[in-house]
């Protein structure tokens, strides 16, 4: 249905922004993982979005719709260096006493989830717009 | 001012003209009623879904069911126009 286009977009956005938040929490939760199962310290996640037609017609896109909305298009590990830090008494700490620490940076992932969080509340507010101004249009009948 | 009259002719011609069986009102009503009861049951589904913790996106189920909420609105003040038309109607003198 054409009128409702833009909350199948403002849906598909707010589904990103979940995704990401999930992302950032794996970050959070393994902020200090020394072990994984490929071995070595626990790489940062980064999410990667691509847009796409979710109007639900087919071949949409090859119409050359113009309006497009959001989905995950991967989540792949962080090129960032790990950190290393003096703690000879640590299990995983290598010869000199040093630990590989994830690349994962406390305050960064922080930062991340306002972002994450204010475009969510973004995406809702296009929807409580498109709701306001289809009330409008009926009180037209009014 | 200039007036004209009705061009009786074309007036006649209009009613008399057989309508289309397949797109009459009542049908085009019928057609929004049942796609409004549609979106509705949509509405249900997910919310439903959204009770047996099946669901991952609690906002899929609030777009559901405000989209139930705006078409069903719709309905009604398009079927509060038809009203006050057939009411209009009872009302003229005959």
Redesign the interface.
């Given at each position: 249905m054409g009128m409702f286009d833009v909350l199948a977009i403002s849906s598909s956005g707010l589904k990103a922004q979940r995704n990401r938040l999930e992302v950032i929490a794996t970050n959070l939760a393994n902020v200090h993982t020394t072990r994984t199962a490929e071995g070595g310290p626990y790489k940062k996640k980064e999410i990667v979005f691509a847009s796409e037609d979710v109007s639900g017609e087919p071949f949409g896109s090859l119409l050359k719709k113009k309006t497009e909305g959001v989905r995950v298009e991967a989540i792949e590990e962080s090129r960032k260096p790990f950190e290393r830090v003096f703690d000879p008494g640590h299990p995983d700490a290598d010869k000199e006493g040093y630990v590989t620490l994830p690349n994962v940076n406390v305050m960064e992932e922080m930062v991340d989830m306002i972002s994450a969080t204010r475009s969510y509340e973004a995406n809702t507010n296009v929807i409580s717009a498109t709701k306001h101004m289809f009330m409008k249009a009926l009180e037209i009948l009014k | 001012m200039k007036i004209e009259g009705l061009a009786t002719e074309h007036f006649i011609e209009s009613i008399q003209k057989p309508r289309k069986a397949d797109s009459s009102f009542v049908d085009v009503l019928k057609d929004s009623i049942n796609k409004v009861s549609e979106i509705e049951k949509e509405a249900d589904k997910e919310a439903e879904k959204l009770a047996r913790m099946e669901t991952q996106?609690i906002?899929?189920t609030m777009?559901a069911i405000?989209?139930a909420d705006?078409t069903f609105?719709?309905m009604m003040?398009?079927r509060?126009?038809i009203l006050s038309a057939y009411e209009e109607i009872m009302r003229m003198q005959v």
């Open positions: - | 996106d906002h899929s777009i405000e989209k705006l609105q719709l003040q398009v509060n126009k």
